[in-house]
């Protein structure tokens, strides 16, 4: 693979995202270099999962402006399909797959290998699902096929098969979201390697984890959000895991509210 | 073997055949005289297809998790567009169109209703019965158009015409069966419907866009009840303006009784068409075996009603078991 001619593989700038008065984001300036693995760390509610549904197409910002490979991207022209052909892809936590559906339809869902009149060909489908099953997420003898219905399956081999479609498609981008998130310790560490392999091939990773000792361990680069605004970015090795935490409890301490309510809690 | 001959028997329709199979054996032996003869399957083969049709719109729309209780009024509306058309302008084939132009459009708007404004379905589409069953009542003046002259026409023949004993529409039915079949289960369509059933923000996040199809999924639907409205007037030669009364149970009974899963992400085409022929064998049969007729839908319903509670257990039970696999394997 030559060296590709670009500096960012995504760059949004300028981003603002409002649900009727609430703001969800805002003065968002955030990009992911090709090779580099940011780790995007806040609390719940931040803007974390808004932001990357932005940036995969799921939803449209109020405002801002989207860049991938250094070109400007229309929001008109952009969707979960053109994020897709531009080798964009996302394993969300829980809501990737159809529980009911069987795994060689969720692996091709949304770009099933079709004839001209759009009838699927199951056969080949099941068979290139049999193989990444087999050979690229390693489910041997686990009972697992291409038949199998996501139902059936634990978290972690969930996440395995999202993980598992998102490296068939030959992403350049790759955005998870918590994807540890209710695994037995075990099957973390399988998901920590996934995202050391994608540093590996010479891909880029989004990585959106609560756990901080795991995203910085692997991240290039952590982007911290507070109510929906960048606060911070830490380069690797600026902080340490502690110096990491006291950070963001620090940040948690003075928020107006929760300062307001330490005042009245502690009338010295 | 293929795919589809292996799946076929597996997945779909074995229990729903031998249930079929066992009421064609009970009937036998209570009205021997009606069961025993060839006509009795004949006139279901005249009267199961509109219901079928119906069926098997109802089984896509119930898979990606939606309702459409519009389609009596559908039979009503399109059914007057084709008897007017006929008796006014003698359009044969363009009143064949028109009738399912107008299905199309109760069922686009529909889809804009559910899709576009967000109006559950089973509301949206209880209303449009309303105003399209009002609309119909209103613009027929109330009255029934006799159409017997249809029956000199090519249509007549073409839609319901006669091969032997046979009738044609069953012929259209079982085509428009198969067709479904490999839309719902083969197509990137019925793909799509599925996983809207199953979750309609995995469907969004895997790059389905799901307004857009549930706008198609409706105005389907519409037009699958609009021909069923053209084979229904078609054989009855009259239209009248309460001539899609009735179907509701029967049709979404259909579906049921099949094994569709009443919470989305799963049909059965197969399920749909012989739960057809299994409402009507048991309309024919309560009155061939001497009860009377107005019994007949209290026992439909609660057939309709204790085929949803076996397909509910059953789905619990296949819940239950993958959770025992689970535990397991762990």
């Not at chain 1, 498609?169 to 994807?179: G, R």
């Not at chain 1, 620090?250 to 300062?259: F, I, K, S, Y």
């Not at chain 2, 074995?14 to 060839?38: D, E, H, Q, Y």
């Amino acid at each position: 693979m030559g060296q590709p001619d670009f500096q960012h593989v995504v760059r949004l700038v300028d981003i603002e995202k409002s649900y009727g008065n609430v703001r969800a984001l805002s003065d968002i300036n955030f990009s992911v270099g090709r090779n580099e693995i940011v780790g995007l760390i806040g609390d719940n509610g931040a803007g974390k999962s808004t932001l990357i549904k932005i940036m995969t197409g799921v939803d449209k910002p109020t405002a801002g402006e989207l860049y991938i490979r250094d070109r400007k991207v229309d929001w008109n022209d952009y969707s979960v399909g053109k994020a897709h052909e531009l080798r964009f892809e996302t394993v969300y936590q829980e809501k990737s797959l159809g529980e009911k559906q069987p795994l060689w339809r969720n692996f091709f869902v949304g770009r099933q290998i079709t004839n001209r009149l759009g009838f699927i060909d199951v056969k080949r489908q099941k068979a290139i699902a049999d193989d990444i099953l087999l050979n690229q997420i390693g489910f041997r003898g686990a009972g697992i096929n291409a038949d199998s219905a996501v139902a059936q399956l634990s978290g972690g081999e969930r996440q395995g098969v999202a993980i598992g479609r998102a490296m068939h498609f030959d992403a350049d981008l790759i955005v998870l979201d918590e994807p540890t998130v209710a695994l037995a310790i075990s099957e973390v560490r399988k998901v920590l390697d996934f995202v050391r392999g994608i540093k590996e091939s010479g891909r880029a990773c989004v990585y959106i984890e609560h756990n901080l000792a795991h995203v910085h361990e692997l991240a290039d680069r952590l982007v911290v959000l507070d109510r929906g605004a960048i606060v911070a970015e830490i380069g690797r090795g600026e902080m340490t895991l502690i110096e990491l935490t006291n950070f963001l409890i620090e940040l948690q301490q003075h928020r107006p509210a929760d300062a307001a309510a330490k005042r009245a809690s502690t009338p010295s | 073997m293929s795919a589809l001959s292996k799946a076929l028997p597996r997945i779909e329709g074995v229990a729903i055949i031998s249930v079929f199979v066992a009421i064609v054996l009970v009937f036998m032996v209570l009205a021997p005289n009606v069961f025993l003869g060839i006509r009795i399957y004949m006139s279901f083969l005249t009267s199961v297809p509109p219901v079928l049709v119906l069926a098997l719109g109802l089984t896509m729309v119930i898979a990606a998790g939606e309702i459409d209780l519009s389609f009596p009024s559908v039979i009503a509306f399109s059914g007057f567009i084709f008897a007017f058309l006929f008796k006014t302008y003698e359009l044969t084939w363009l009143a064949v169109i028109g009738a399912l132009a107008g299905g199309a459009l109760v069922g686009f708007v529909n889809g804009v209703l559910v899709a576009r404004i967000g109006v559950p379905s089973i509301i949206a589409t209880l209303a449009t019965q309303f105003f399209w069953g009002g609309i119909t009542t209103v613009v027929s003046g109330g009255l029934s158009y006799n159409i017997r002259a249809v029956k000199d026409e090519a249509i007549w023949h073409v839609f319901v015409g006669r091969i032997g004993l046979l009738p044609v529409q069953a012929l259209w039915a079982s085509a428009l069966a198969i067709l479904i079949w490999f839309i719902l289960n083969r197509h990137r369509f019925g793909e799509h419907l599925l996983f809207i059933g199953d979750n309609a923000n995995v469907a969004r996040v895997v790059g389905i866009n799901v307004d857009r199809e549930r706008i198609k999924l409706f105005v389907l639907m519409g037009v699958l009840a609009a021909f069923a409205a053209v084979l229904l007037t078609l054989e009855n030669k009259n239209f009248f303006n309460t001539q899609g009364q009735g179907f509701l149970l029967i049709a979404l009974a259909s579906v049921f009784i099949g094994g569709t899963s009443i919470f989305g992400g799963q049909a059965t085409v197969v399920g749909s068409f012989f739960g057809a022929f299994i409402i009507g064998m048991i309309e024919a049969g309560l009155v061939a075996s001497g009860i009377q007729g107005f019994w007949v839908r209290a026992v439909v319903g609660l057939v309709f009603l204790g085929a949803v509670i076996f397909h509910l257990r059953m789905e619990r039970v296949n819940a239950s078991g993958s959770f025992a696999k689970f535990f397991g394997r762990g």
